[in-house]
C-alpha cells in the first residue's frame, strides 16, 4: 500500500491540526484509495510556527497490531489509471496581470533605485519574473515551467514594509480563484514548479549559478542585489522534491536555506546528485539568537545593508562569508598534487596573501 499526502482540492481537503489546532492546515496521509490512514497522521502547512509531521511509517510503528480506526474504511485498490495531462492556464492571464501597482512593488522601490516605479531595477525584476498584481494590490508571483507553461500564480498580500499581512489573509491562487468563476474545471489540478524557472532556458543565465531559496521575496531581492547568480524559489521549506528541481539538472547550484531549515535542506540536497550542489551555511553559522528566535532568511541580510547603504561587491568579488571565499591557485594545486603540501611544510614556504 502507498500512502502520500492528501491533493488540494478546496477547503475540504485541509483539515483541524493536532498540535497547533488550526482548522484549516492540516493535510492527511491517503492510501491508494484516497483514505486516510488517521486523523493525527499527517503534516501541518505551518512549517515554522507549528512543525507538526507524523508520518504513515511512524503511524504505523507506534500502532502496530492495532486496526485502523473504524471510521476509515478501506476499499479494493483499485488499477493504475493513465497518468493525467498536465494543467496549465492561458498565458494571456499573465499578460493581463502585469502590473506594478501592488505595495511588495513599492516595498522593493524603497530598497532600489530611490523610491520610483520608473525604476531600472524594478522594471528588470517585473520583466524577468513576470510579476502581476491584483486589484486589491496583492502581488501575483507567477510559476511559469521551464517550457514556459503557466502552472499557476500564487497571489498574496504585504505591507510596504515588506512584511505579509497575514491577519485574514492567506495564500492564495489564481487557479483557485479561476476554478471558482468557472474560468477552469472542477477536476483541474495545479502541479508546482520552482518560482522563476523560466529563466533556466534563458541564454544569458546558462553559465550562471542558480541561487535557490525558499521564497519568491527573497528571489527578487536576490536577483536585484546579486545579478550574477540566477534567484529561483521553492515556495516553501518542504517544497523540494526530487521531480520538482529535476530541471537544475548539471547545473551548479547553491541553496539558501532559511534559519530554521538548514538541516532539512541539506539532507535533502543529498538526494540531489544530478546537480553541482552546495548549501550555504551562512546563516547557521553566523545567525545571532535574535536572528535565529525571528527566522530570518538571506533577504534580511541584504536587507539591513541596503538600508544601511551598502554597495554590494563586483559579481567576482563574492561575499567571503556568504558564498565562500575562491579558491586560490595553489590550493588547487595542492587539491590536485598533495605531495606540495609536504614540501611546503619542509621547506617553511609561506603563501603570498597580496
Partial sequence: MNYQLEKYHGRASRHECPNCHDPHSFTYYVDDDNQPIDPTCGRCDHESSCCYHYTPSEYFQDHQGEQRPKNITAKKRPQPKPPKPLCTIPFRYVLQSASYNSDFILFLCGLFDRNTLDSPTIKRLGELYALGATKD????FWQIDIN????????????????????????NWVHAKMKKDGLL?????????LFGEHLLNWSMNKDKVVAVVESEKTALIGAAYHPQFLWLATGGKSQMPVEKMKVLTGRTVILFPDVDAYEVWKKQAETLAFCKITVSDALEKHA????????IDIADVFIDELKGGYVPPKPEAEYQWLFGKPKTDLQL????LPSIQHMIDELGLVEDGR
Avoid at 494590490?137 to 501575483?140: E, G, K, M, N, T
Avoid at 545571532?288 to 527566522?295: D, F, G, I, L, V
Fill in 185 to 193: 474545471p472542477d477536476d483541474w489540478e495545479v502541479t508546482q514548479c
Fill in 288 to 295: 545571532s539568537p535574535e536572528q535565529r528566535a525571528a527566522k
Fill in 148 to 171: 514556459g507553461r503557466v502552472r499557476s500564480g500564487k497571489i498574496m498580500k504585504y505591507g510596504e514594509d515588506g512584511h505579509r499581512t497575514k491577519d485574514g489573509y492567506g495564500v
Fill in 333 to 336: 594545486m595542492m587539491e590536485t
Fill in 137 to 140: 494590490r496583492d502581488v501575483i
